[in-house]
T-cell receptor, first 113, second 107 residues
C-alpha cells in the first residue's frame, strides 16, 4: 500500500460523457501527478500540481483538466470522452516539487463505450 | 521533446537466467528512475540514479547510469518468478517514461 488513494477503482461510461477521477496523496506529500496508461501508449505523464498550483504539463488533452485543492487532494476531469480515452489513470504523489520518488496509487480503470 | 527509448519491449526468460533492460536518451539526463509494475498493479519506485557512471545494487538487481548520462540499464541476476512485471525507466526532466520492458519468467 503506497498511501495514495484513488477513486473510483473502475468507471464505465459512454462517449461524449464527462467523468471526474479523484486522488488523495500520501500524508505530507505536496505534489500530485496524473498519468495515463494505455496498451499502445505506455505510461504518459499528463500534469503535475504542487501545493495547489500547476507545476508541469505533459501530454494532456484540452478536453482534460485537473486541479489540486487546499487539502491537497486532486481531481482529474475528463470531458467529451472518446473511445480512445479508455485507459488506466494513475495518480502519484511526492513530497516536493522536484519529482523525486513518486508513490503511485492503485489507478482508476476507465472504459468508454 | 525529451524521449526515452527502452529496449527490449518484451523479454521471456527461464527461471534462473539473467535479464537486462536498457534505457537510452538522445539528451543528457539529470537523473534516471526505475520502476516496476506487477501485472494488474501500479508502478513502484525501485531506485534513482544521479551521478555519471553510478552503479547501485539491490539484492539481485544492478542499476547503472552511463558515463554520459544518456543511458541506463537494469540487470537482474538469476531471475525468479517474482520478478515478473514491466520495468520502466523514467527521466526526471519531463517525467518521460520509457515504454517499458515486459518480463516473463518461465519456471
Amino acid at each position: 500500500d503506497s498511501g495514495v488513494t484513488q477513486t473510483p477503482k473502475h468507471l464505465i461510461t459512454a462517449t461524449g460523457q464527462r467523468v471526474t477521477l479523484r486522488c488523495s496523496p500520501r500524508s505530507g506529500d505536496l505534489s500530485v501527478y496524473w498519468y495515463q496508461q494505455s496498451l499502445d501508449q505506455g505510461l504518459q505523464f499528463l500534469i503535475q500540481y504542487y501545493n495547489g498550483e500547476e507545476r508541469a504539463k505533459g501530454n494532456i488533452l484540452e478536453r482534460f483538466s485537473a486541479q489540486q485543492f487546499p487539502d491537497l487532494h486532486s481531481e482529474l476531469n475528463l470531458s467529451s470522452l472518446e473511445l480512445g480515452d479508455s485507459a488506466l489513470y494513475f495518480c502519484a504523489s511526492s513530497a516536493l516539487a522536484s519529482r523525486e520518488t513518486q508513490y503511485f496509487g492503485p489507478g482508476t480503470r476507465l472504459l468508454v463505450l | 521533446g525529451q524521449q526515452v527509448m527502452q529496449i527490449p519491449q518484451y523479454q521471456h526468460v527461464q527461471e534462473g537466467e539473467d535479464f537486462t533492460t536498457y534505457c537510452n536518451s538522445s539528451t543528457t539526463l539529470s537523473n534516471i528512475q526505475w520502476y516496476k509494475q506487477r501485472p494488474g498493479g501500479h508502478p513502484v519506485f525501485l531506485i534513482q540514479l544521479v551521478k555519471s557512471g553510478e552503479v547501485k545494487k539491490q539484492k539481485r538487481l544492478t542499476f547503472q547510469f552511463g558515463e554520459a548520462k544518456k543511458n541506463s540499464s537494469l540487470h537482474i541476476t538469476a531471475t525468479q518468478t517474482t520478478d515478473v512485471g514491466t520495468y520502466f525507466c523514467a527521466s526526471d526532466g519531463k517525467l518521460t517514461f520509457g515504454q517499458g520492458t515486459i518480463l516473463t519468467v518461465h519456471p
